[in-house]
Each structure stands twice: as C-alpha cells, then as structure tokens.
C-alpha cells in the first residue's frame, strides 16, 4: 500500500493520499486545500485518482475536492446527510465560494452511507457512520490494514466540536463508543487534525471517555 499524509488549507487539516500498488489505483480523504501538490505527487506515483472521500462536509475538509477531481478526476463521495451542511453558509462551502453558481458546482458523484465498501485496487474501505460533528460524518475503516481515518470525530486526546449546525454531542460520544472503541486495540486512528493515535489509547486514556 501506497500511504502518505498532508498539512492543508488554513485550518491545517490532515489530507490522506492512499493507493494500491499494484492497480496504481488511489484514493484522497479530506482535501481540504493544496489540491495542485497532491495531484503532483499522484502523477510523480504513477497514480491513478478513483475516489475523493469525503468524512463531512465543513469547508475545511472539503475546499479542493472540485480542483483535484478536475486535475486528477475521480468521484467525490459523500454521505448524503452532508449536502445541507456543504451548502451551509457558515461551515460548508456556502463560506467560501463567491456565487451560487460556485456552490452549484460543488456536487456530490457519489452518495455513500455505513455498511457500503469502496474498493480501490486490493484495498477495501469500509463506511462507518459517525455522527455527531456532523449529522452525515462518517468514518473510513481499512480492517486487513487496521487503519481507520475518523475526521473530526475523535482526536488524540481529545473529541470533535459539537456546537456547530447540525452538531451532538451525545451523538458524537456514541458513535466514538459504539463504532470506534470495539475496533482492535490497535487499530491506527488517523484524525482530521493532530498526530494519529490509535483505539486502546484513546479507550484508556482519552479524558472524554
């Protein structure tokens, strides 16, 4: 497996690029800017872009997913509880595009939903819905490779924000519990923002649990 990470936009969110290595098929979570460097490394890979995953919808996540599906193609995919958060004009993308013209551009290919596989090459992501940060927020889980990518619902130390549109926090917390901690201890967590973690850490340690 192909797997590197990325610091983009200016909330410095966590970008993951992740690819077969066999099919030279890839995958982009969270693009939430830098849309030019990571189509770069694509081509230097030998890359080909097949899906840009979206964990939720608030812009920081989600600026460049348009740019890179225009440079590098591939379908943006999303839960379909987020559309009404994409075109939030405080959080989604209602905040930073200019015209409603714009924000009609910003179209989801793909509507995913837990339970639905996306197959890249030999790898398999599995959708877990984890709402809570956001009512559609969901996360993607590689079990062969015990890796999970949770966006803004869990954080090294740490839980998403929900006081934003569309927000719970009870909500948050069981999907944390009852989606994330029954996964193997030593599954990697790879969140929106700061260092990766992983599920017995966070279990034992986290101040929110």
Same mark, same amino acid.
């Given at each position: 497996m192909?797997?590197?990470?990325f610091v ?6 966590n970008?993951?690029?992740l690819?077969?290595?066999?099919s030279?098929?890839?995958v ?5 800017g830098?849309s030019g460097?990571?189509f770069?490394r694509?081509?230097?890979?030998g890359?080909?872009l097949?899906?840009i995953?979206?964990?939720?919808a608030?812009?920081d996540?989600?600026t460049?997913?348009w740019?890179?599906?225009q440079l590098a193609?591939?379908?943006v995919m ?7 958060i994409?075109s ?5 993308m209602g905040?930073?595009?200019k015209s409603?013209g ?6 989801v290919?793909r509507?995913?939903?837990g339970g ?5 090459? &030999?790898?398999?992501f599995?959708?877990?819905?984890t709402?809570?940060?956001t ?10 490779e015990?890796?999970?990518f ?7 130390g740490s839980i998403?924000r929900?006081d934003?549109?569309g927000g &719970?926090y009870d909500?948050?917390?069981? &999907? ?8 193997p201890?030593?599954t990697?967590?790879y969140p ?9 850490r ?6 929110f649990?």
């Amino acid at each position: 497996m192909i797997f590197e990470s990325f610091v983009v936009g200016m909330l410095q969110t966590n970008c993951y690029l992740l690819g077969d290595e066999e099919s030279r098929k890839a995958v982009v979570i969270d693009p939430g800017g830098d849309s030019g460097r990571i189509f770069q490394r694509l081509r230097d890979a030998g890359l080909e872009l097949s899906g840009i995953l979206s964990t939720h919808a608030h812009f920081d996540h989600v600026t460049d997913c348009w740019a890179l599906r225009q440079l590098a193609g591939g379908e943006v995919m999303m839960h379909p509880d987020e559309e009404v958060i994409l075109s939030n004009r405080m959080v989604g993308m209602g905040a930073v595009v200019k015209s409603a013209g714009e924000l009609a551009a910003c179209g989801v290919d793909r509507l995913i939903r837990g339970g639905d596989q996306i197959e890249v090459g &030999s790898l398999v992501f599995h959708v877990i819905e984890t709402p809570g940060h956001t009512p559609g927020h969901v996360s993607f889980h590689l079990p062969l490779e015990k890796m999970i990518f949770v966006g803004d619902t869990l954080f090294a130390g740490s839980i998403g924000r929900t006081d934003f549109p569309g927000g &719970s926090y009870d909500q948050l917390i069981r &999907s944390v519990r009852e989606k994330i901690f029954p996964l193997p201890g030593e599954t990697l967590v790879y969140p929106g923002h700061g260092p990766e973690t992983t599920v017995e850490r966070e279990r034992l340690t986290n101040p929110f649990f």
